[in-house]
Every structure is written in structure tokens, then in C-alpha cells.
């Protein structure tokens, strides 16, 4: 089984901000070489080495306490 850890580093200006991390979270992905597996975003699904959303599936990091450096922590697992 292969396995890639990531962390995004990000800076929130307001003290409620949503920020779209699919193509960091997709980058991961590819970059893992990980054909069929799991990111753990949300238990998001790998096929053929590319998240599987749907057409309208979107990743956002909701921050409501603002205003400071966050961390996402972004894990592959798969084979």
C-alpha cells in the first residue's frame, strides 16, 4: 500500500473564510501515485490516480476563527 502525507499551508484574512483547496488536494493525489485508494479529505475517492468528484464537487477548508496560519493535513492512501 502506498501512502503520502501532505501539509497545505494557507493564511486566512477574515475571521470567517471558506478557501477551495481541490486542486492542492488533486496535486497530492497525483503526485502520490496512488491508482485506486482514498484521500482522506472526507473519505474521498482515487480512480485511475485522480480524485473521483462529480461535476459540480468542490474541496473548501471552512475557517471560523480567523486570521492566522492554518494547516490542512492531507493523507493518500492506496494502491
Known amino acids: 500500500m502506498r ?9 486566512t484574512k ?10 492542492d ?3 497530492v ?3 502520490s ?5 482514498f484521500a482522506l479529505v472526507s473519505a ?3 480512480t485511475a490516480g485522480k480524485l473521483d468528484l ?10 471560523f476563527d480567523g486570521q492566522r496560519r492554518k494547516r490542512v493535513i492531507v493523507k ?4
Open 3 to 11: 501512502t503520502k502525507t501532505e501539509y497545505l499551508w494557507f493564511n
Open 14 to 23: 477574515k475571521r470567517h473564510e471558506f478557501v477551495r483547496i481541490t486542486d
Open 76 to 79: 493518500v492512501m492506496g494502491e
Open 33 to 37: 501515485g496512488v491508482r485506486e485508494g
Open 25 to 27: 488536494v488533486a496535486r
Open 44 to 46: 474521498m475517492h482515487i
Open 54 to 63: 462529480g461535476p459540480w464537487e468542490q474541496i473548501f477548508y471552512a475557517e
Open 29 to 31: 493525489v497525483a503526485e
